[in-house]
């Protein structure tokens, strides 16, 4: 499916990071990274294996510390935020992991629960159905609401751990690797499907991964990560009008080969 | 043949030293200090996840249920049949009931239970939250605004320290049961008179000792298990490690805090 024009707001950055550094005992991963990402955008971080893409959106969400820099996300300073503050930010930010991270020892249903119960507690029952409904519906997977987890293909893992994320209404989306390990036509539906929630639920997203696919058909904007700095930023085709040895093997691979 | 560890290669692989190896201990020391005073402190304040602590409960004493009547029986069954020569050398099988109920009050009864709850409930935590940890399950937790420590952590230490006080009272019970039953085919003795000795020598230091024995045995149980699986990492090598060190690490503190209320105890007798 063509990606539709998105409505972005390029006066309004939901994220942005200056100067952030953060190393692994002697390894320096992040080197000064600059980034904005756009209120409506879809921006896909590329890179090769190892250079700092995960850690990047792990800063983003908090779940890991910057050495140094500064990380503003929907107006707030991540490392400077108490964890009260850390806590409610959260909310409004979705996560989607590499490996779906389902909780195993839940069904569908309470996996989309979890997160609602725990952060909307005035909900009733009734409401709490409506919503796990809801973002079943838009992932399309509402038959396997009663399953386990170890029941599901590994592309309905990935659509129900964005369900996940999207049933507490995030206005920024970080997806790990969406279309690892999955088969051509599998990619193409999640493609769709971040193309999907950008449309319906108006989210902001950075979309990490090698696949220049899903790179193509999902991102507003590229940025490519080399030698820990985004060094190529822009459209796909200008991104990849390049001699530059560490790029032209990325295209040629995912287009040529 | 030349065994693998003398070869050169191996040789030149020395462990760490004897000074990094403190210096590592230490830092565990810390850190697993650091993890009990976070558990003091999200522990009690709400939200409490009272559903999910009843949820841990069930499945600590349902995982460890048939074990424990079946070793709880046969201990109680064998060490009065154990202890009747010795007795009966000065005539006085008449003292079983009173040395069987000291024996499993005061350190059976809370020592088996805790040691089998380590082997069935420690190891088991450890590896689901090794697991967890690994498949970014309590990262997953951590971005959708939950606290994976108060969910995961609180619920389970919570229910092992409240679990296990009770299965060792069964424990105690069904010990005693298998007692009477060796004391009753070879004395002939009545099930009232049984009772009536096994509770006889017992003092209120003996109930709370054994109390308070079952409750940090729990309580180590639980923060063992899920210090080794929250902190667990290097994917399916380290949920084993996870859960092997939960088994060994309680095993070990539970011994120590035995001798220590046995110290203690001894002061109020």
Known sequence: MEKAKADIDYNDPVITIRGLEKSFADFEVLRGIDLDLYQGENLVVLGRSGTGKSVLIKIISGLMRPDKGEVMVLGKDISKISDKELQELRIRIGFSFQNSALYDSMTVRKNLEFPLVRNRKSLTRKEIDQSVETVLDAVGLSHTINQMPAELSGGQRKRIGIARTLILNPEVMLYDEPTAGLDPITCIEINDLINEVQQRFHTSSIIITHDLTCAKNTGDRIAMLLDGQFQRVGLFEEVFNTLDARVKPFFEYNFIQ | ?269
């Open chain 2, 1 to 269: 043949m030349d065994s693998v560890n003398s070869s050169p290669v191996h040789a030149a692989k020395k462990g760490p030293s004897i000074k990094a190896r403190l210096s590592n201990a230490f830092v565990s020391l810390y850190e697993i200090n650091k993890f009990i005073l976070r558990f003091f402190k999200e522990a009690f304040l709400p939200p409490f996840e009272i559903k999910e602590v009843m949820r841990q409960c069930y499945e600590t004493g349902v995982r460890s249920f048939t074990l424990i009547t079946f070793t709880g029986f046969i201990t109680g069954l064998i060490f009065t049949k154990q202890s009747r020569p010795s007795l009966a050398n000065f005539g006085a099988q008449s003292w079983l009931p009173s040395l069987v109920s000291i024996a499993i009050m005061r350190a059976l009864a809370p020592l088996i239970t805790a040691l089998i709850a380590a082997g069935k409930v420690g190891s088991s935590i450890g590896a689901e939250l090794g697991s967890m940890r690994v498949t970014e399950q309590i990262d997953a937790m951590e971005v959708s605004g939950t606290k994976p420590f108060k969910y995961l952590v609180c619920t389970r230490v919570l229910a092992t320290t409240i679990a296990i006080p009770i299965l060792s009272t069964y424990t105690a019970f069904v010990a005693l049961l298998g007692g009477y039953l060796n004391v009753a085919t070879n004395e002939g003795t009545s099930y009232t008179t049984y009772w009536e000795q096994v509770f006889e020598p017992l003092t209120f230091v003996d109930f709370v000792s054994s109390l308070a024995k079952a409750i940090v045995f729990g309580f180590t149980i639980g923060i063992v298990g899920c210090y080794q699986g929250y902190f667990s990492n290097k994917g399916t090598e380290g949920v084993g490690k996870a859960a092997n060190g939960a088994v060994v690490t309680a095993m070990f503190m539970i011994f120590v805090e035995e001798i220590l209320i046995v110290q203690i105890a001894g002061w109020f007798r």
